[in-house]
């Protein structure tokens, strides 16, 4: 029979399409992945990987292991979850993804509360696109997402957290900087700067655009709200920027400045999601309770809904 170890280096192989990157990620030496994965194809009887100089191929039969291996991984991840669950909540390693847009402002925020009252627990952070950390959920690599919501997935759950306000940066010695507040038809025919593609902000300000008649910017994307915020300050546009952000960056900076919409402003809901029938459910949601406590009391540029 396969060992879980095997199927391990075999998922992680298929992840990375390639045998040196998928040892590192595994932490063992590439004749260690190579020798092992040589073993398990050898126990099957059969062909999971093409190899060859140039590429990594993992064959139709190896697909079709490669997704019940990871199905088997989850089980066993379940089943150590359950060991934990039988322990006090809040006691161990809960490994979450973050959007890009949003962890290095929210989690200051609620780190130093959460470690206080619970210094056994450990948060293991990812960073990274929509798509990489909903796979990386599904996967079982990850427990946990804070991560805008609606999201469609049958095999998730979601709880909302707070909503958040979308705010206008703009340069400080913008015309619109005078002002207190911007309507939202005042947009029309500005050049607004968003994040590339991928992102779920992204999405947001396009479709902001497309009903305020702004122009949203082809040539200049940003790989952060950093570097947007010094593209903004260049004068290359404007920028439409989540309120924990404008907090953190934006609020006590000169060369650029935040205004409120006026009315109800634009905003997004960040939630927690989870696999659905995680043993660790329970303990999520008394960290959703926490968390929105400490943001209560901590950011009241959000809307806690919790």
């Known amino acids: 029979m396969p060992s879980l170890q095997q199927l391990k280096y075999l998922t992680t192989l298929a992840d990375t399409l390639h045998f040196r990157r998928a040892a590192e990620a595994c932490h063992v030496t590439q004749p260690t992945l190579s020798a092992q994965l ?15 100089r140039s590429r990594v191929i993992i064959t139709p039969l190896g697909r079709e ?3 019940r291996a990871r199905r088997a991984l989850r089980e066993v991840k379940e089943i150590h979850n359950l060991a934990i669950r039988s ?5 161990s390693t809960i490994r979450i993804g973050v959007v890009q847009s949003l962890g ?8 130093p509360g959460l470690h206080e009252t619970h210094p056994q627990l450990k948060l293991y952070m990812r960073e990274g696109l929509p798509d990489f950390l909903l796979q990386s959920l599904s996967d079982g690599n990850l427990d946990l997402l804070f991560f805008p919501l609606p ?15 979308i705010e206008v940066v703009l340069p400080h010695d913008h015309p619109f900087a005078a002002r207190a507040r911007i309507a939202p038809e005042m947009l029309r025919g500005e050049t607004i700067l968003s994040l590339e593609p991928g992102h779920k902000l992204y999405e947001q300000v396009r479709r902001i655009c497309e009903e305020y008649g702004a122009e949203l910017s082809r040539d200049y994307e940003g790989t952060s709200l950093d570097t947007l915020r010094q593209m903004v300050a260049m ?29 109800p402003p634009p905003s ?17 949601r008394e960290l959703a309770a926490m968390i929105c406590a400490i943001l209560k009391d901590r950011a009241k540029e959000v809307i806690v809904l919790g």
């Open 38 to 52: 040589k073993e398990l194809e050898a126990k099957l009887g059969a062909q999971l990987v093409e190899r060859s």
């Open 65 to 67: 292991v490669v997704s």
């Open 87 to 91: 322990q006090s909540h809040l006691q």
């Open 104 to 111: 290095s402002y929210l989690l200051p925020l609620i780190v």
């Open 151 to 165: 999201v469609s997935h049958a095999d998730f759950d979601s709880l909302p957290l707070f909503r958040e306000p």
């Open 235 to 263: 004068g290359m546009g404007l920028s439409l920027m989540p309120a924990l952000y404008v907090k953190s960056e934006v609020a006590h900076q000169d060369i650029v400045v935040a205004r409120h919409f006026t009315g």
């Open 268 to 284: 997004r809901t960040i939630g927690m999601i989870w696999r659905k029938g995680t043993a660790r459910e329970d303990e999520f």
